[in-house]
């Protein structure tokens, strides 16, 4: 029995067995032997493949690498969802409609996609993840956003809270939401290379950071709210190093 999440990959070695009927199985077991040491460089302690919004939430903890295999990973379809109780390192917060992940007090998580990666949140006042007192934190090519569902949303996409050293890379943050990336004390939070279009108030919220950088983002179609009139694509109130650099700015109307 293991107190931590575990996992298991199966490899077919192609040639092996000529390996083995050629060469003896000596020659092949030191093939398996340099194989899986390739594999420990690659894959850092404590990395897990999960398949399933039940498995994401189970592997959650300090240090996780997280790799999501291809699929949609429907937040409110996990088992415990609306469990409002601290469930190791996440809980489930009521809003208006159902409930918002909330994932707390971690450090070192990193959430992989492999191929096309969705998580969605289906409540319209929920956002869709939320990171509070984590730091060392990385997203890496996940697309993040709401099911399809009649009418708009009332909560953003990502939201980090007094959070250190996030880093977000190759992701797709997509509206309804009403902002794509909403920060609020917090330090080194850099989103590179991603892509945030389609939200309804704006693309960026930040309140009381330090050393925000957007750098070879695409900002886009955002601003379709017909509610928040006169709203900022990027908004900021006491915040010290706001960067934008090498992004593309097209189709919004804020």
Same mark, same amino acid.
């Given at each position: 029995?293991?107190?931590?999440?575990?996992g298991?990959? =199966?490899?077919?070695?192609?040639?092996?067995?000529e390996?083995?009927?050629?060469?003896?199985?000596?020659?092949?077991?030191?093939? =398996?032997?340099?194989l899986?040491?390739?594999?420990?460089?690659?894959?850092?302690?404590?990395?897990?493949?999960?398949?399933?919004?039940d498995?994401l939430?189970?592997?959650?903890?300090?240090?996780?690498?997280?790799?999501?295999?291809?699929?949609?990973?429907?937040?409110s379809?996990?088992?415990?969802?609306g469990?409002?109780?601290?469930? /190791?390192?996440?809980?489930?917060?009521?809003?208006?409609?159902?409930?918002?992940?909330?994932?707390?007090?971690?450090?070192?998580?990193?959430? =992989?996609?492999?191929?096309?990666?969705? =998580?969605l949140?289906?409540?319209?006042y929920?956002?869709?993840?939320?990171?509070?007192?984590?730091?060392?934190?990385s997203?890496?090519?996940?697309t993040? /956003?709401?099911?399809t569902?009649? /009418?708009?949303?009332?909560?953003?996409?990502?939201?980090l809270?007094?959070?250190?050293? *996030?880093s977000?890379?190759?992701?797709?943050?997509? /509206?309804?939401?009403?902002?794509? *990336?909403?920060?609020?004390?917090?330090?080194a939070?850099?989103?590179r290379?991603?892509?945030?279009?389609?939200?309804?108030?704006?693309? *960026?919220?930040?309140?009381?950071?330090?050393?925000?950088?957007?750098?070879?983002?695409?900002?886009?179609?955002?601003g379709?709210?017909?509610?928040?009139?006169?709203?900022?694509?990027?908004?900021?109130?006491?915040?010290?190093?706001?960067?934008?650099v090498?992004?593309?700015?097209t189709?919004?109307?804020v």
């Amino acid at each position: 029995v293991f107190d931590h999440p575990t996992g298991t990959a =199966i490899f077919d070695i192609v040639g092996l067995g000529e390996i083995n009927q050629t060469f003896g199985r000596d020659v092949g077991d030191q093939r =398996i032997r340099n194989l899986s040491r390739v594999m420990r460089e690659a894959l850092p302690e404590g990395t897990v493949a999960v398949g399933t919004v039940d498995e994401l939430l189970a592997a959650i903890a300090p240090q996780a690498v997280i790799v999501l295999q291809p699929g949609e990973y429907n937040l409110s379809a996990a088992a415990d969802y609306g469990t409002e109780d601290l469930r /190791g390192f996440y809980r489930w917060e009521l809003v208006y409609g159902g409930c918002g992940l909330v994932i707390e007090n971690v450090p070192g998580l990193r959430l =992989i996609g492999q191929g096309e990666v969705s =998580i969605l949140a289906q409540p319209r006042y929920a956002e869709v993840l939320t990171f509070r007192n984590c730091w060392d934190l990385s997203l890496e090519n996940l697309t993040l /956003g709401h099911t399809t569902e009649p /009418g708009g949303c009332c909560a953003g996409v990502l939201n980090l809270a007094d959070c250190d050293n *996030v880093s977000v890379t190759g992701c797709r943050l997509f /509206g309804c939401g009403s902002m794509g *990336v909403t920060a609020s004390d917090c330090h080194a939070v850099a989103v590179r290379e991603s892509r945030i279009d389609s939200c309804s108030d704006g693309a *960026v919220s930040a309140g009381s950071c330090r050393d925000l950088r957007l750098e070879d983002c695409e900002l886009c179609d955002c601003g379709l709210s017909q509610d928040a009139p006169g709203g900022s694509l990027l908004y900021t109130d006491r915040c010290v190093g706001f960067a934008l650099v090498n992004c593309t700015i097209t189709g919004n109307r804020v």
